[in-house]
């Protein structure tokens, strides 16, 4: 099985060059059957791929440690599913899950791409084939899963225990889905390069693409967030960490993409600048590859460090990044420029939204990849943390948060400031109504928490607003309006849903960062604490024993006001035996939309133990507002208009007719 | 305004715009970066009381002391100078003592290193990089057994 795996991954590595070879000179000379390979050929591609996985994935699932990744990786005593999970938990899986997905995603366009014209879908599937080449020379190169042991050992060296956790079954495979979903809308920018034409069908179809990968960028980012929280026992939910960086990056400059490609499918306007993004967007994520990949940052991230794969990521980095900017800058100017459009238009708001997060994004590279060019010429070993971003990130983010609910109530082509200021006033009302009563009367508010708070209500307002005006609140019938909310198009609610969400997870960074407490102390059985109104008896140290760890499990009861036990918080130290490794597992109860934190110090010899306790309010709307923006972008995907595929040939027709003026 | 003057003018804006975030970027790199040092690195580096930096090295042996509530005192060590750290907070779990840490804060005026923040990653294998690096190059890295 596992050598049946290793020769599927050759196979498709070989049918990735025919992927991007045979299409792209079907595309040049006009020869349909040469670009009628492209199909059959991705799809395939991906058959195989998927073999290799299963074959990878089953050599886990079954122990087999005479497979050298396993051995490193595996232990027989692992849980089935941490067993499974591990298979990504390496360098080689990981990758391994990258081109997975990759042709995955290659396979879609194959599939629901019938209705493009063949010359971009030959162009789109050879450019998809390119990187799918790069990336499985890459891992038959370098990174190869599939190595043998002779002898095989009889016991596997364990996965990181930081690892074994439910969030390696969730937070990779969506960050992946993330991160190289935007490869379909960098193909299409590349082949629409490549052609020297971007069509109506271009606009139609990258729009979806970029929905669909940052829906999933947003899960990914968001779940990888909390499971720092709960793992590292540390309490933050972000530490600007390079890692992080590396992931949030694609994130902003995809954002800006959905928006200038929503101006671009509308209008026809930013074209150029829409081709850009999509392609800045994909080299971020190629630069998030290298950066965790390469081993050049020491985190969780980078399992091993082997100089050979840093150097080939960057070469690919190069290729790909110079490569597609080359072309941009030798095309671009062929392209015919969009519709014209007033500064205060819904394309302005647009725009400006653009402005924002693409300077933001710029802040945020500099500060990620600054220390590793410091290091790199001068030898000097720098770290740039919070202080820096909440210098730099968070004054451009204020004034976009801000404006964020003018965007929908302006018109396309020329808007009224003012009418949408007065449609606003209500939301305004409240968020200022918001702010005064933080500011008056929450204890220890400062400033920045009731400006937090006032802008967190005015995005939720402000989204709420939106829907309201548009189904005619106040100038019709309660009946009609109730009629015409459940008739609004689904992207309608699709941006509101994700604006709302913004606001709710700006509400629980505000609410943990401002209004969050915190104890360290020494705490023996019996002996209680209090914290922000809850009260916590701590019962003692109780030792047990899991599949393939020992544990000490410290007990807390939760005291209710009447002094009887409500609830119980178990924090443990835990001690793998396999890497002579301990980790602590922190303790969290929600209670509400706020939770209580609990971390495990050493214990003394007396049956007491350092414990630190957080009180974190409304914490959990962190990620509940990043499922709210998924929900969004998944409403919007649905939009008849929008759905992936559905631009059918019968309804083109009416498409053209919308789109001109 | 024409067509040409209208992007000019975009254009001139944007570029507006970012200058001042550019500028503000070189200011906060300026001021809040902290920069790493090794214990021998500090004597020459003169750096002020409060000034946030991050000190790394080995926890020297026999330094460990546990004060009173949570927290501890301990000495950082490249082998060729040693600085007295404190820190108040929950130890990482690989905190031990001959183990590779960073830690981030600043000096108080007594000139004992007031850490807010102590690392040691998950791995018993790890060691810093800038650490290992620092070490290396002060010819006293030794390779661990285990790799």
């Keep these: ?661 | 305004m024409t067509r040409k003057q209208k992007r000019l003018s975009v254009i001139v804006a944007g570029l507006a715009f970012l200058a001042a975030a550019a500028g503000l970027t070189f200011y906060a790199l300026g001021q809040k970066a902290s920069y790493f040092y090794m214990p021998a690195e500090l004597a020459t580096a003169g750096v002020p009381p409060g000034q946030r930096i991050r000190l790394g090295g080995l926890v020297e042996n026999g330094t460990v002391v546990r004060g009173s509530g949570a927290t501890v005192a301990f000495s950082v060590t490249d082998t060729q100078k040693s600085v007295k750290v404190t820190y108040t907070g929950i130890l990482p779990d690989l905190f031990r003592e001959g183990q590779g840490v960073i830690t981030e804060g600043a000096f108080g005026p007594d000139g004992v290193f007031v850490a807010d923040s102590v690392l040691a990653k998950h791995d018993e294998r790890y060691m810093p990089k800038e650490v290992a690096d620092g070490l290396k190059a002060k010819g006293v890295w030794v390779e661990s057994k285990s790799q």
Excluded at chain 1, 277 to 286: G, H, K, M, N, R
Excluded at chain 1, 617 to 627: E, F, K, R, S, Y
């Design chain 1, 1 to 661: 099985m596992v050598e049946t795996g290793h020769f599927a991954l050759v196979l498709a590595f070989a049918l990735s060059l025919v992927q991007m070879l045979v299409p792209l000179v079907g595309a040049r000379t006009g020869n349909q059957r040469l670009m009628a390979v492209g199909g059959p050929v991705t799809i395939t591609g991906f058959a195989l791929t998927a073999l290799s996985f299963t074959a990878l994935a089953s050599a886990y699932a079954g122990s087999d440690f005479s497979v050298a990744n396993v051995w490193e990786n595996s232990h027989s005593l692992q849980p089935m599913i941490y067993k499974i999970t591990g298979t990504w938990g390496n360098h080689e899986g990981s990758m391994l899950l990258w081109v997975l997905i990759l042709t995955f995603f290659g396979a879609l366009v194959a599939v629901f791409g019938n209705n493009l014209p063949a010359t971009l879908k030959a162009n789109v599937l050879a450019v998809q084939g390119m990187i799918g080449a790069a990336f499985f020379l890459f891992i038959l190169t370098t990174s190869n899963p599939f190595i043998r042991l002779n002898p095989a050992p009889v016991e596997g060296r364990d996965l990181n225990p930081v690892l074994q956790d439910l969030g390696l079954a969730i937070h990779p495979p969506l960050l992946y889905l993330g991160y190289v979903g935007f490869s379909v809308c960098f193909s299409f920018s590349v082949a629409a390069l490549i052609e020297g034409r971007i069509d109506a069908s271009w606009a139609r179809w990258v729009r979806p693409w970029t929905l669909v990968a940052w829906m999933f960028l947003t899960g990914g980012i968001a779940m990888g967030s909390y499971w720092a929280y709960y793992e590292l026992g540390w309490g933050g939910f972000w530490f600007w960490d390079p890692v992080e960086n590396a992931s949030f990056m694609p994130w902003l400059a995809g954002t800006a993409l959905l928006h200038s490609a929503i101006v671009m499918e509308k209008r026809s306007a930013l074209k150029i600048w829409t081709l850009l993004l999509a392609i800045l967007t994909f080299s971020l994520s190629l630069l998030g590859t290298f950066l965790v990949r390469s081993g050049v940052l020491t985190s969780v991230h980078a399992f091993a460090t082997d100089p050979a794969r840093g150097v080939f990521i960057l070469c690919i980095l190069t290729l790909f990044i110079g490569g597609s900017l080359a072309l941009f800058a030798l095309r671009a100017s062929s392209l015919t420029a969009g519709g014209l459009f007033h500064p205060i238009s819904r394309e302005g708001a647009l725009v400006l939204n653009n402005l924002f997060l693409t300077t933001a994004t710029a802040t945020v590279l500099v500060g990620t990849l600054y220390p590793l060019a410091l290091e790199a010429l001068t030898g000097g070993k720098i770290s740039v943390g919070a202080p820096f971003f909440d210098l730099t990130f968070g004054p451009l983010m204020l004034p976009l948060l801000a404006i964020v609910p003018f965007g929908p109530l302006l018109a396309w082509k020329r808007g009224d400031v003012i009418a949408a200021s007065q449609r606003l006033m209500a939301a305004f009302a409240l968020a200022l109504a918001a702010m005064l009563v933080t500011g008056l009367f929450m204890d220890g508010a400062s400033v920045f928490a009731a400006l937090g708070v006032g802008l967190a209500v005015w995005l939720v307002a402000g989204a709420l607003t939106d829907l309201a005006v548009k189904s005619g609140a106040g100038s019709v019938a309660p009946a009609v309006m109730l009629r015409r909310f459940a008739g609004l198009p689904r992207s309608v609610f699709g941006t509101a849903l994700a604006h709302l969400g913004l606001g709710l997870t700006l509400l629980g960074i505000v609410g943990t960062l401002c209004f969050g407490t915190e104890r360290i102390l020494t705490m023996r059985p019996g002996e209680t604490v209090e914290l922000s109104g809850h009260t916590l008896r701590f019962e003692g140290l109780f030792p047990q024993k899991g599949p393939n760890f020992t544990e000490d499990r410290a007990r807390f009861l939760l005291i209710g006001a009447d002094g009887n036990a409500n609830g119980e918080i178990s924090s443990a130290k835990r001690f793998f035996q396999a890497r002579q490794m301990a980790t602590t597992e922190s303790g969290i109860r929600t209670l509400g939309l706020s939770q209580l934190y609990l971390s495990l110090g050493d214990e003394g010899n007396d049956g007491s133990v350092v414990v630190r306790l957080w009180w974190k309010p409304l914490v959990t709307l962190i990620w509940g507002g990043a499922l709210v923006m998924m929900a969004g972008a998944a409403m919007s995907l649905a939009d008849r208009r929008l759905r992936v595929g559905a631009p059918a040939r019968r309804r083109k027709p009416a498409a053209a007719l919308t789109s001109p003026t």
